[in-house]
């Protein structure tokens, strides 16, 4: 606490308290590149900007004048300004392996600890998923798997989660179909089923679909806004069998959330309707071998 006299003069020896220091110069750029992100990719002008950041207009165009010349502002041929590409290159650096890796590598040792399997963070990467980082339980039994390794989006829950967080076309569903090699007769009608699974309860299965002795669980993550990653959790299918996926699904999306990350969220799901929960056997490969038989 600090010391003054009857006339509210500070005494000697007492200090006043620290404050953070700011730049205005500085803090008004910021404040000018906030704002255009805001702004949709028709750009904004002179006026529009002074009237959205509350900042005189000779005091504008100079900041404009220096971000312009170190590329985080462009000015376009009606005089519109948009962000530079600098901002692009933030980006980049933002959502990088490393970056996503280091960041949500606690919350997989989260995940890992409560459901005791083994957790991966995943990163679409043109035509496949890449595991990124990994997190392997305690026990026994473990599942084989290495960073860096690779697996088709239309097979794996991973996979199928981020593409189901995007919203896909029947063209583009198409387009991933038609990347697996040999595919099953019924991988069109369960690839679609996940799809609508991860938009109305927010993840993905597959179980014996991807390799025949794993099943996995997926959740799609958005970061800064874009559906890219996705957390998993794989197990033998013996063990999926006795589980309630739902739950293990349940697990990961309250760890995400929990976590904190601004910008590494979950993507919005719809209302579900009344669907049950589903166990290991619900969407069984094997389930669907045996019925096929049935039916010739």
Not at 64 to 77: F, V
Not at 162 to 189: F, Q, T
Request: net charge negative; charged share 25%; with cysteine.
């Amino acid at each position: 606490m600090r010391s003054t006299n009857s006339e509210g003069t500070l005494l000697s020896g007492t200090r006043e308290p620290t404050r953070p220091t700011t730049i205005a110069s500085v803090d008004k750029a910021l404040a000018v590149i906030e704002h255009m992100l805001t702004i949709d990719g028709g750009g904004a002008t002179l006026s529009a900007l002074t009237q959205g950041t509350g900042l005189n207009k000779s005091s504008l165009h100079h900041i404009l004048a220096t971000l312009r010349q170190r590329h985080w502002i462009e000015q376009d041929d009606s005089g519109k300004y948009h962000l530079g590409t600098i901002t692009a290159r933030m980006a980049t650096w933002w959502t990088s392996s490393d970056q996503a890796a280091t960041r949500l590598h606690p919350v997989l040792q989260q995940i890992s600890l409560e459901t005791r399997e083994l957790v991966h963070l995943g990163r679409l990467y043109e035509r496949d998923v890449v595991y990124l980082d990994k997190v392997e339980p305690d026990r026994p039994i473990r599942v084989w798997s290495r960073i860096g390794q690779s697996a088709p989006v239309a097979t794996t829950a991973m996979g199928r989660a981020i593409l189901g967080a995007r919203n896909p076309s029947n063209a583009e569903l198409d387009m991933w179909l038609k990347l697996i090699d040999d595919p099953s007769d019924y991988l069109a009608n369960r690839l679609r089923e996940e799809i609508h699974r991860v938009a109305t309860q927010g993840y993905a299965v597959e179980i014996g679909e991807d390799r025949p002795s794993l099943a996995c669980v997926g959740v799609p993550l958005c970061v800064v806004g874009v559906p890219i990653l996705a957390v998993s959790v794989t197990m033998p299918v013996e063990r999926a069998e006795q589980l309630d996926l739902a739950d293990i699904a349940s697990i990961i999306r309250a760890r995400i959330e929990g976590a904190g990350l601004e910008d590494i969220t979950l993507p919005e799901i719809e209302q579900p309707e009344d669907a049950p929960a589903v166990t290991g056997t619900a969407t069984s490969t094997r389930a669907q071998k045996t019925q096929k038989k049935r039916s010739r």
